[in-house]
């Protein structure tokens, strides 16, 4: 069975790093061949991918944020670590962590955490 | 922000025929990348519904269809039910900004 399951912070100040992990399991990270995507859903708006690392460690992101966010994996605790620095209030979203199956669509999803930026 | 355009709402009574468009571009759709489809009920996160155009995950229901033609892909949702009623997102690959998301659309069943 297939879950992911992400953690962190409830509240985070403006300026300061988020540190987001995604604890999978059903699956492993070194032979998830099309990876795991972090997913972020401001309240009341869209969806809005952010980044994703493939099994053999390549990693993507999204062009808006790129300066922002690094994405690591530690495949032997079946995690994947997102960070997003210098946070803001407009920053505030449910995040997700979702893996990507063959054809680049995300077939598993965590049930997110609510992330809210404020001092 | 999103460079696939649905429309906000689309509404139908019990029973009935729903069509949501995802208009794209040359970069994304229009390029031959693959389309998904997402439903997302209140409160939940989302869950897969159409990937790669038109096929759907063990355990949806045929109710739910995909096309793709263009720069535009299309779910259908056939026999309308109250269960329907939630939020769908398209996804695809973007050449330029990676992988995108819908504005997402509204389903009501009224």
């Known amino acids: 069975q297939v879950t992911l399951k992400e953690s962190g912070p409830v509240l985070v100040k403006p300026t300061e790093t988020l540190t987001l992990t995604c604890t999978v399991s059903?699956?492993?990270?070194?032979?998830?061949?099309?990876?795991v995507s972090w997913i972020r859903q401001p309240p009341g708006k869209a969806l809005e991918w952010l980044a994703h690392?493939?099994?053999?460690?390549?990693?993507s992101y999204s062009t808006s944020l790129k300066s922002r966010l690094t994405i690591s994996k530690d495949t032997s605790k079946s995690q994947v670590v997102l960070t997003m620095t210098n946070m803001d209030p407009v920053d505030t979203a449910t995040y997700y962590c979702?893996?990507?199956?063959?054809?680049?669509?995300?077939?598993?999803w965590g049930q997110g955490t609510l992330v809210t930026v404020s001092s | 922000q999103s460079v696939l355009t649905q429309p906000p709402s689309v509404s139908g009574a019990p029973g009935q025929r729903v069509t949501i468009s995802c208009t794209g571009s040359?970069?994304?759709?229009?390029?031959?990348?693959?389309v998904h489809w997402y439903q997302q009920l209140p409160g939940t996160a989302p869950k897969l519904l159409i990937y790669?155009?038109?096929n759907r995950p063990s355990g949806v229901p045929d109710r739910f269809s995909g096309s793709k033609s263009g720069t535009s892909a299309s779910l259908a949702i056939t026999g309308l039910q109250a269960e329907d009623e939630a939020d769908y997102y398209c996804?695809?690959?973007?050449?330029?900004?990676?992988?995108?998301f819908g504005t997402g659309t509204k389903v009501t069943v009224l």
């Open positions: 979702a893996r990507m199956g063959g054809w680049k669509h995300f077939d598993y």
């Open positions: 059903g699956f492993s990270l070194s032979n998830a061949r099309m990876g």
């Open positions: 690392i493939f099994s053999n460690d390549e990693k």
């Open positions: 040359s970069s994304n759709i229009g390029a031959g990348y693959d």
């Open positions: 790669g155009n038109s």
């Open positions: 996804q695809s690959y973007d050449s330029s900004l990676g992988y995108v």
